[in-house]
DNA sequence: GACAGACTGGAAATCGCTTTCCGGGAGGGG
DNA sequence: CCCCTCCCGGAAAGCGATTTCCAGTCTGTC
């Protein structure tokens, strides 16, 4: 491996004066020198160690995005909207997928950590066990103690800086309209009961239909996957309107229905969470709560690259999208 | 933040001691220093800095993912195969993402070069670019030569471990088979002229169709996403069957037969290539060519870590499924 | 009882780069 | 003409770990 003593020995001069050439210090170099270093490190295929740059300075630039699942079209618009900000600036990113494992989540705070990464953003839902998340909030205290900084889009729970998807008035803004139609027996196909983002969808819709006078839904606890919505969509019984708490559930929802010959939005009307740019063509269209995920990444690392002294949580409001699934009931 | 120099000073031993106990490294220390250490560490909350690791020890332990999209089904299934075995090895993943631009893949070696991480997975197709090609090379040879180690998923053009999908096969089984339904006037579309992996499949399906006798079809060139495909879709004319050289194209252009009541499979049938999961619930259900792509990803990554002396070229093959997106012509 | 060999702990060199500090030469003002 | 300042180049001290080498202590065997 080519070192920078070695091109400064090829160039003739320092290795300071290397350094301060090939890393826009403030320091000048006489134009002459300039020109040597520079050829050496050309004809030797010079590249830095990034590793001992960072020990030397201090600071890296790198920041670490942590998500539940790439595959899921949700997070892979988030942590693309991440990491344009972060192409942006000229920072890499060092992604990890906790396969929707709280400590997994934990061990990459910790690794990023060890990394001194420069931001860390944690995408995803909190998830409703005080142990778990008073373990993360000390391993983000401990990060943030060494100037790490840190972001999270999700429930406002870590005191970081949070970009905060207004997931209850969203899904109370959807229960109105899906009301208006005229349903009156709703299903919920809640996800599982300790994930944060979808309790609270599935209180917002809760109690916006109780708001309205209208019967309690039937909730159906399930995975939050594909799978889930698709096993879950079996017990929905005879509600009209059935609400999966995100997209890919209600995808799942749907093929059940297909499969069993119900007809969608004939038979039952079916409503999503997210609008992920993937569904785009599905058929039929699938109502949804419109979130603008890359933006959310983009702001969410924003935040976390600009020095706040306090934590701040922006709030984004979703915006309910009428679509073929669902259907005025009788 | 706290060093290893501040627990060993906690501990009451010297740095070497220290070391020794947080890092499993071959040398045995005594039941009560250690436990001195161990207590020291957990009390002070010390995190090992990586890049004085990664700079002492000469290897980190990072491995580099490069992928053109991360919200591209097909390259968040690679990746996400490529993380899994990464995880099982205990190895943090950098994952870059160039957005097609053949500028960004060579930037991205060279950062992670500049890391120094244990391997790079290049996933994605080479471009016809002889200029770009061997930029590219130049780079990889360089990251190679400092003990670095290279794995692609695409076609074998770098001199690297390779994972290459059989493209120009499997588009021929998949025409063979549109064939043996009796389709004689064919379309394709193409993606972008300089694409290796549209242009093999491109070339597969357009030899199979003359090895049996039958007219060329027509070619249509264009993005290589879901618009390109909506968009070339406006052009198949009288074609009976359209052939997508990728899956998101497909969806594409499924999209747009719908908008313009062109009814898929009566009207025209259209198939796709890769078999992404997002689709397993598209309506009507999309014939493709099946591409393992986790595993794919998985062994790629396998193949760049296992310190094989001479590059090693694994060949998948796609399996056709038809599905209800294409049919019989009479 | 003595000595070889196995272990354990510590001092110090090392990894590759940044940056402070210092020295010498050039330029400008009194 | 001298002195002060400004600039540029180099020597060397870190950054936070790992690891080699060395010394001291035990054990076991003859």
Redesign the interface.
């Known amino acids: 491996?080519?070192t920078l003593e070695d091109v400064a020995k090829q160039a003739g001069v320092s290795l300071a004066t290397a350094s301060r050439v090939l890393n826009g210090s403030t320091r000048q170099v006489g134009a002459s020198l300039r020109a040597k270093v520079e050829r050496a490190a050309v004809e030797l295929?010079y590249?830095?160690?990034?590793?001992?740059?960072?020990?030397a300075r201090g600071a890296?630039n790198?920041i670490g995005i942590v998500v539940h699942?790439?595959?899921d079209?949700y997070f892979?618009?988030l942590?693309?909207g991440a990491?344009r900000v972060a192409?942006d600036q000229g920072l890499?990113?060092?992604?990890?997928?906790t396969h929707r494992d709280p400590e997994q989540e934990i061990a990459y705070v910790?690794?990023l950590?060890?990394?001194?990464v420069r931001a860390v953003l944690l995408a995803g839902s909190r998830v409703d066990d005080p142990h778990v998340t008073r373990r993360l909030r000390e391993e983000v205290a401990?990060?943030r103690?060494?100037?790490g900084r840190v972001a999270c889009v999700g429930q406002d729970l870590l005191e970081v800086d949070t970009v905060a998807p207004a997931n209850r008035e969203g899904a109370a803004d959807l229960a109105r309209s899906l009301a208006a139609l005229g349903h009156t027996r709703f299903a919920v196909l809640a996800g599982p009961a300790g994930l944060l983002t979808a309790a609270d969808r599935c209180a917002g819709f809760t109690d916006a239909l109780a708001a309205l006078g209208l019967p309690a839904p039937l909730v159906i606890h399930g995975a939050f996957d594909?799978d889930g919505g698709h096993a879950a969509a079996r017990e929905t019984g005879d509600a009209t309107c059935v609400f999966a708490v995100n997209d890919v559930m209600a995808?799942?929802a749907?093929?059940s229905y297909?499969e069993r010959g119900i007809r969608v939005p004939d038979d039952v009307s079916v409503a999503g969470f997210d609008d992920i740019?993937?569904l785009?063509?599905?058929?039929p269209a699938l109502t949804t709560v419109r979130l603008p995920l890359a933006d959310m990444g983009a702001k969410a690392l924003t935040l976390a690259l600009e020095a706040g002294e306090r934590t701040r949580v922006e709030r984004v409001a979703g915006e309910v999208v009428l679509r073929q699934s669902v259907r005025r009931h009788e």
Do not use: E, F, I, K
């Not at 590249?47 to 020990?55: D, K, S």
């Not at 890499?92 to 997928?97: C, F, I, N």
């Not at 950590?113 to 001194?116: D, K």
């Open positions: 491996m080519v295929g590249r830095p160690n990034l590793a001992a740059q960072t020990l890296s790198v699942d790439l595959t079209p892979a618009a942590a693309d990491m192409a890499l990113v060092m992604v990890g997928a910790a690794s950590n060890a990394q001194r401990r990060y103690a060494g100037g594909r995808v799942g749907l093929a297909r740019t993937t785009r063509d599905h058929v």
